[in-house]
């Protein structure tokens, strides 16, 4: 018998095995119900995760100068310009500093990847108080547990919207689609629009997509204004820029204050 859904409880059943990092016996399963696919139990993750894996990447900066104007302006105007926002699997810390750029509050908590960009800007809830919202950029492909993972994102920041990347699946289990990306062994749960309203389901919040950006919530937006905020950045950034103050020059003074108190 096949594992059970981790995101419905539902029944799987096996798409197709594969290899992974070119070693390892995979078994991919998808659930008959939301059509969660996920990788049955990945015993390589501390493998998939050395430096040398990482560095085949090299879209990072590309993606993330492509998401920063549509995560601004989602942020600004559906949240607040004056919230508190916190990006989980924050990485090298990229986002968060163009984040901070434009002028919002925006934070980072990662666990696994140490921080270049943003240091000094690590969330921490007894001083910054509750978030806003939770942003999850390239992670919810990483993790075992979706709907736990989210949870947790929500408890320990207090927020009540999470908004997240992700490439949907097309339900035809096609063993050769990119994102499945086994070469790398990093990418092993794989959403559907129906996964992602089970999810949100699940966690008593309501779905709404934006291509590849998605938005799980439980404020009351009506549908179509965050898809519409995504489309409009072309117009909300550059309106953002002009209104908000950047923290580049704050951040950096308060950094040299933190560095002559702490010598
Ligand atoms: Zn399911």
Known sequence: ??????????????????????????????????????????HWLNEAYSEAVAAI????????????????????????????????GGGYGLLVRLLRDVGLNVYWQDAHCQNLFARGFEWDGSRQGAATAVTAVEVMEHVTDPLAFVDTCLQETGADSFILTQHL????????????????????????????????ERLG????????????TRQ??????????????RYIHPWLRRRLQSHVVPDHQLLVRRACCAG
């Not at 095995?17 to 969660?36: E, I, N, Q, S, W």
């Not at 590309?62 to 926002?85: D, E, K, W």
Request: charged content about 15%; overall charge positive.
């Open 57 to 88: 990447d090299t879209g990072v900066v590309q993606r993330n100068l492509s998401l920063y104007p549509r995560l601004a302006s989602v942020l600004a105007r559906m949240f607040s310009p004056a919230g508190i926002y916190v990006d989980y």
């Open 169 to 200: 699946h097309d339900l035809t289990a096609n063993p050769s689609w990119w994102y499945l990306a086994p070469e790398a062994g990093q990418h092993i749960s794989f959403y559907a629009p129906q996964t992602m309203h089970k999810l949100a």
């Open 1 to 42: 018998m096949t594992a059970s859904c981790k995101i419905c409880g539902g029944t799987t059943r096996v798409t197709h095995r594969g290899t992974v990092l070119r070693r390892h016996k995979a078994t991919y399963l998808m659930c008959t119900d939301c059509a969660f696919w996920f990788v049955d139990e990945p």
């Open 205 to 216: 919040m309501t779905y709404h997509a934006a291509n590849t950006l998605h938005l799980l």
């Open 220 to 233: 009351d937006f009506r549908k179509g204004t965050f898809a519409r905020t995504v489309r409009l950045h």
